[in-house]
């Protein structure tokens, strides 16, 4: 899909901040993307429009949130927002999996994406949750993202962390990512895209949608249990 048909979109433009929605921005962001370290991702504040994503804050508060625990996690998750009967989550995650907010997100990765087929779930990290360093890798995902719904300080933990790989094995941290509110992050899954949610060392909570998007030649996805 053309960039110029996507950003002259009616739905588009109802959904995304002004600044983001010009030929000039989705060049810098594509050069962003891919010159970003420790692997390709780009971190955009102010993403969608304000008061359609507090609506969907206000939703996705009506969803169950389960508990998740192992060694390696311990938060709080939704089950799949795709099957979800709340009509601002239906909405805000069809227009995640449009052809418009699909092909923009191509421009910037150079990717070839699925439309109409993403993964999505809510989170919940609350004091002491935490997310211990992974890769993502998982048949067809190719670019996995986050979208915060609250705010948190450096000092309240629960960064989103970056690192380093040594071949394939994650050693040095190298990016921390606040979780800011209306801050969309996404980033390329592969063998080196090792990240992790830090703990949360506040009485605060960190709120976010995520999930992945899906390459256009990849194999048809079977649903997986587990998601982070």
């Known amino acids: 899909m053309e960039i110029s048909s996507i950003l002259t979109n009616k739905s588009f433009q ?42 969907v804050l206000k939703a996705l508060m009506k969803e169950q949130f389960l508990e998740k625990e192992s060694d390696l996690f311990k938060f709080m998750q939704t089950g799949d927002l795709n099957a979800s009967d709340i009509p601002e989550i239906q909405e805000f995650k069809d227009f995640l999996a449009s052809k418009e907010c699909v092909g923009f997100v191509e421009a910037i990765t150079e990717l070839k994406l699925k439309t109409n087929s993403i993964d999505i779930f809510g989170s919940l990290y609350q004091n002491t949750d935490f997310l211990l360093p992974h890769d993502d890798q998982l048949e067809g995902r190719k670019i996995a993202f986050m979208i915060y719904l609250s705010n948190l300080e450096a000092k309240d933990g629960g960064k989103l962390m970056f690192y380093k790989t040594k071949g394939s094995i994650p050693r040095e ?56």
């Open 14 to 55: 109802e959904w995304i901040n002004p600044r983001y929605r010009t030929k000039s921005k989705v060049e810098e962001l594509k050069k962003k993307f891919q010159g970003n370290s420790p692997f390709p991702h780009v971190e955009l504040e102010n993403f969608f429009n304000e008061q359609k994503l507090a609506l």
């Open 173 to 228: 941290e190298e990016k921390a990512i606040i979780p800011i509110w209306n801050t969309f992050v996404f980033f390329k899954v592969s063998e080196k895209s090792f990240h992790e949610v830090e703990e949360v060392i506040a009485n605060k909570q960190r709120i976010a949608i995520g999930g992945w998007f899906h390459g256009a030649y990849a194999k048809s996805f079977v649903p997986q249990e587990r998601k982070y």
